[in-house]
């Protein structure tokens, strides 16, 4: 093994820039990855690193990004501009002349020194006035120095951010330009899958032709956790452990989380042991969902993200239900760290929102939760019943149920409303009577309802027979419903309703959709077809479909009250009557 590769070995992307810099047949690598991997890190890190004296056909090396850059010229003249000499002096003089080795020994002076604000103006006047005592210098610089480039190692970098005015193949077209014509080694960098679908097509039909090796840079979750937490922390084993079962890729994530937990840590360092690891896992899976473009969460669903949406009720979903590609990228991310909203997490939220973060933000609330152990207690106890669900194919289910119905009847209180909804929702669903369970939480957990009652209606809803009833009820205490046209009003034409709106549909009869109907109000069509009939199609609340059902029941008795209604009600609203 050469001496080179024995000191790459244990970096692979190091070990293959290596070979390619050495090679005479191969000049021009693609590297690909997602962001936040640490792509340009890895490169520039081996570059500063590397003997050029293994490579002494190269005589400088340039690094470019093309984000911000909106013509290939200013591409090309930032190859120039940015090089750094790695060759000796009399190679770099027999290459380019002797004028473009002054050019780049004065460009890394002024680079280390005060005079650097004052030579990049003079760079930009250069083109628009004489400067005779610049001599061969400036000439060069008011002529264009692209073309003294010749030997030089070329990084091209992120590709993906390029303006829309430097087209990709014009892009190609000069890394193959500099390998082909001015005996460079060219190194591009992009995250392929951030191209749009004609600049994927691009690059498939020209990769082959323009890079002789291409490299897939990834890196593993651990070891994304290992470079983006601190050397010397307290928390560093427990949170690779987080950071890995969450699947974060991108190091950018790793850092916001490991800053954020240091700003976090001296009211964590004090707290019991469970506690801190659990606040940490919710500091991972709020910092993942507000920073990491893959998890496409909407933002302003954090939020409420944080305040109600627990993976226990995620884990019995109605088979029926669709849900968006966030929803479910949020649930597994919550089933893997078992999380479910805590008081502190609107601090948490508050800080992601704002980017500020108050000391002791969080103190009272790991106050009190270590003052009240017992619901740390009962947490632990609902998660691993189920873990019995979730963690195993175990065709018997007496276990899981004598676990769920057991951690419930111990902690009824302290076990929150949502996440009992999701036991009850589970027993329902094997058809396990819990009746006498059932009227002993409800009648020791009675305010805890209500408050669940209070809180903004959830996407997910609660979904047990023994709990949703009372939920409903306890929401409607003090609630001025709409009438039934101000609530088709919103649904219909504003297609934006509300809880109340819901609530004043599913309270009506029959009797009332009939006189609505009869009373002939404003947009009638438009709000029976895409209010009433839109609902009664949904399945994602169990309510509507018993909203649809009665307004056909009203629907089908207005088509008795004339032959004209008849034809009105099934060629406008497709509704299919026996007849007679």
């Not at 340039?62 to 003249?77: E, M, N, P």
């Not at 987080?242 to 974060?248: D, N, Q, R, S, W």
């Not at 103190?363 to 691993?384: I, P, T, V, Y």
């Not at 306890?474 to 219909?492: C, F, G, H, M, Q």
Request: proline share 3%; aromatic share 8%; with cysteine.
């Amino acid at each position: 093994m050469r001496r080179a590769d024995r000191e790459c070995v244990g970096n692979p992307i190091a070990l293959m820039l290596s070979r390619f810099l050495q090679s005479q047949e191969q000049n021009t690598i693609l590297i690909r990855g997602p962001w936040g991997v640490g792509k340009t890190y890895a490169v520039t890190a081996f570059v500063d690193s590397f003997n050029f004296d293994q490579s002494p056909s190269l005589v400088a090396r340039s690094y470019v990004s093309l984000f911000g850059k909106q013509t290939i010229s200013a591409v090309q003249r930032e190859i120039f501009s940015a090089a750094q000499q790695v060759g000796p002096d009399d190679g770099i003089r027999t290459r380019l002349g002797l004028a473009a080795h002054k050019l780049i020994q004065l460009e890394k002076y002024v680079a280390q020194s005060k005079l650097q604000r004052t030579w990049r103006w003079l760079g930009s006047k250069l083109g628009q006035v004489q400067a005779p005592w610049v001599g061969e210098l400036g000439a060069m610089m008011s002529q264009g120095n692209y073309g003294l480039v010749d030997g030089f190692l070329v990084t091209i970098d992120d590709l993906e951010r390029r303006s829309a005015s430097v087209s990709l193949r014009d892009t190609l077209g000069l890394a193959d330009e500099l390998a082909s014509h001015r005996n460079c080694k060219v190194i591009v960098i992009c995250n392929e899958d951030a191209l749009d679908e004609h600049d994927q097509r691009v690059l498939a039909e020209y990769k082959e032709k323009v890079f002789d090796l291409e490299i897939l840079f990834a890196r593993s979750p651990k070891d994304i956790a290992s470079i983006g937490l601190p050397n010397k922390c307290s928390h560093r084993d427990v949170s690779e452990s987080i950071l890995e079962k969450l699947g974060i890729s991108n190091i950018r994530v790793a850092k916001r989380y490991a800053f954020l937990v240091d700003q976090v840590w001296p009211d964590l360092e004090r707290a019991d042991p469970r506690i801190s690891q659990e606040v940490l896992g919710h500091i991972a899976i709020l910092t993942w969902a507000r920073y990491d473009s893959t998890a496409k969460i909407p933002q302003e669903r954090l939020g409420y993200l944080a305040s109600e949406s627990s993976w226990m009720a995620s884990a019995m979903r109605d088979r029926e239900e669709e849900k968006a590609e966030w929803e479910i990228n949020w649930e597994a991310a919550a089933e893997a760290l078992e999380f479910s909203p805590e008081a502190y997490d609107a601090a948490l939220v508050e800080y992601l929102r704002t980017g500020i973060w108050i000391p002791g933000a969080i103190s009272l609330e790991l106050k009190s939760k270590g003052e009240n152990l017992q619901k740390l207690e009962a947490a632990e106890s609902m998660r691993a019943a189920w873990r019995l669900y979730s963690d195993s194919f175990n065709p018997d289910h007496a276990d899981f149920v004598a676990a769920l119905i057991g951690a419930v009847d111990r902690h009824l209180i302290q076990i929150s409303p949502r996440d009992v909804d999701s036991a009850f929702h589970a027993l329902e669903d094997l058809g396990v009577d819990f009746s006498d369970l059932a009227q002993r939480y409800v009648a020791a957990a009675r305010e805890q309802i209500e408050a669940a009652a209070r809180e903004d209606w959830p996407f997910e809803d609660f979904k047990s027979n023994a709990l949703r009833p009372l939920i409903q009820a306890a929401r409607n205490v003090d609630k001025v419903l709409p009438t039934i046209d101000a609530a088709l009003e919103r649904i219909s034409i504003d297609r934006s309703w509300s809880e109340e709106d819901i609530l004043a549909l599913d309270a009506c009869t029959e009797d009332d959709l009939f006189e609505w109907m009869k009373s002939a109000p404003e947009n009638l069509p438009t709000k029976i077809r895409r209010g009433l009939l839109f609902l009664g199609s949904q399945k994602s609340d169990a309510r509507y479909p018993n909203i649809g059902e009665k307004a056909k029941k009203a629907l089908e008795r207005m088509a008795g009250t004339s032959e004209l209604n008849r034809i009105r009600i099934e060629n406008m609203f497709n509704i299919k009557l026996e007849r007679e």
